[in-house]
C-alpha cells in the first residue's frame, strides 16, 4: 500500500505561482512514477505532469510545458509541483498518484491522494 497526501492548494490570482506538495508513505519502492493529475467541475480527470523516483525522468502535458516543473525529493518522499503564471483555466482539483511507469494514463496509476483546490481568479 502506498499512501498519498496533497498540501499546498488555494487561492491564487492570474499570474502567480503556488507549490503543490504530495508526500508518499508505505510501500512506495514498489511504484517508480508519480503523477500529477487534475479535474476541472465538469471534465474527465487530466494528466499534467509526472516524475519517476529513480531516474527523475519527467513528462509534461501540453499545457503544463513551460510553466509547470515536477520535481521531487527522494529523501522526503515527496513530489511537488511548482505551478508559475497561472491562468483561470489551471483551476481545478489537482490529485497526485503512484503508479508502475511514467505514463499519461490515469488507468496507470492505482494510488490516488484525496486531492488539493487549486482556484485562479481573473
Known amino acids: 500500500q502506498v499512501q498519498l497526501v496533497e498540501s499546498g492548494g488555494g487561492l491564487v490570482q492570474t499570474g502567480g505561482p503556488l507549490r503543490l506538495s504530495c508526500a508518499a508513505s508505505?510501500?512506495?519502492?514498489?511504484?517508480?512514477?508519480m503523477g500529477w493529475f487534475r479535474q476541472a467541475p465538469g471534465k474527465e480527470r487530466e494528466f499534467v505532469a509526472a516524475?519517476?523516483?529513480?531516474?527523475?525522468?519527467?513528462f509534461y502535458t501540453a499545457a503544463a510545458k513551460g510553466r509547470f516543473t515536477i520535481s521531487r525529493d527522494s529523501d522526503k518522499k515527496t513530489v511537488y509541483l511548482q505551478m508559475n503564471s497561472l491562468k483561470h483555466e489551471d483551476t481545478a482539483v489537482y490529485y497526485c498518484?503512484?503508479?508502475?511507469?511514467?505514463?499519461?494514463?490515469?488507468?496507470?496509476?492505482?494510488?490516488w491522494g484525496q486531492g488539493t483546490q487549486v482556484t485562479v481568479s481573473s
Open positions: 508505505g510501500r512506495t519502492f514498489s511504484r517508480d512514477a
Open positions: 498518484a503512484a503508479g508502475s511507469s511514467l505514463t499519461v494514463w490515469r488507468a496507470s496509476y492505482d494510488y
Open positions: 516524475i519517476t523516483w529513480g531516474t527523475g525522468r519527467t
